[in-house]
């Protein structure tokens, strides 16, 4: 009995091996806009790097290619990219910007391989790792489409800046208008519409949600609104404060919206990824995960998967997550990063976010390679990546606020350069949601005056750089 038990281990052994084998055997193919690559020296994975010989892959993706046989240099050009690989080397350049690479460029055969995805996307073209295929999928620009919309890359209108989503979206500006949402103090998260100088100051709705998502597309504006067992739901309502229609019947934890659509995390099905159109026809699930976040750019979403909840100062509580990217109808989706990030900020090249398993230091992660850098040593509890500066909550320069009965310490509102360098201290204020608008940098400023606590809503004027409150009332007016 002994020897026949045996005998089954052995042959369950056996198969168990043969199946992990024949999925390693499995060849990796690569396609070029669908149509499948042929080469001399097959692509090959290294250290889970797809490799591909780079003279095909550079002519295929229409550059020029030349090879220093000296220096073992390759090196391809298209238009204005020039891209230079050295065999055995993890650094690539990049139009002059020295690259880390996972993987170095290696000589099969005779013949020089590099990483698919990099040299793919350093011409511009988008990646995608099929996976039930063990394919590469190569798409160029010109041959881009997505399922869900008929919009091209150009044509997208965003409903707000994509670090306003971050922070609340509690602010958003449209024609000579500013559409904000006052502080729960003052008088209950109402949904304002007024001119700069505030010659006109209307409320369009009462008790919006306390961080509203507010977005603009054409005549509409777009907002989260909660019932009174904290539920939130999406509204739409023209610019005037007419004509308001709920879209969703679903508990929406968070959304960001463009012209293609409305992008929203369902917490009715366990905080997944949805799509629903600008009218709330025609919702579909595109994403089955726990999100935290949700963002974008004129590309791609991208969204964090739930990891950890932690306290983050007295009264403040944030999710941290791991940070993929995936196609506006929520297919091709990729891990970008390992980090526990929160506060996820988009441009057009870079992902921006704080990253709690670096001790809540500010990263980004470039778009064409996936690789991370730390910006700076500061740590951050709030982060609003917008055009040309980096706004945040400098927990590294705290301040505290103290009465007789409770203290908060946060972080002061500082902003620096994209690379982190040039930092400066803007406000000496316990600062947190973030938002940038026309005219200046908008942010909660906590307050205490020894009876009770609450948010201040204040903004850093960009031509005067002085604090001024969003609504004109001062403070002891409001009182």
Known sequence: MKKIFCFLIVLCMIFSL????????????????????EYDVPPTNINGRILVPVRAIFEALGAEVTWDKDTKTAIGKKGNTEVILKVDSKKATLNGEQIELDVPATIIDNRVLAPARFVAESMGADVNWDSDNNTVAIITKENENSTIHEDTEKSITLGNKSGNYTNGGWVNHANDYEYFVSSEYWDAYDLYQATYNRSHFVRLVEEVDAFPQISIINEDIYYLSSDSNWNSYIFKINKDGTNMQKLSK???????????GIYYINADDENKLYWVALDGSDSKKLVDENIDEINFNSEHLFFTVHKEEFDFGKFMTKNAGIIYKVDRNGENKEKLSDDLAFDINITDDYVYYINKTDNMKIYR???????NEKLMEDTASDLNVCENKIYYANTSDPITIASEYESFTGGRLYSSNLDGNNKEKLADSLTSNIVVGEEGIYFYEYHDDGSKNYDLRRKYDFNTKTLQYVISLSFSEKE
């Open 18 to 37: 043969s199946i992990v084998f024949s999925s390693a055997d499995k060849p990796v193919k690569v396609t070029i806009n669908g149509v499948n690559c």
């Open 250 to 260: 679903n508990n929406v934890k968070s959304m960001v919206v463009d012209s293609t």
């Open 365 to 371: 992660i470039n778009l064409s390679h996936f690789k």
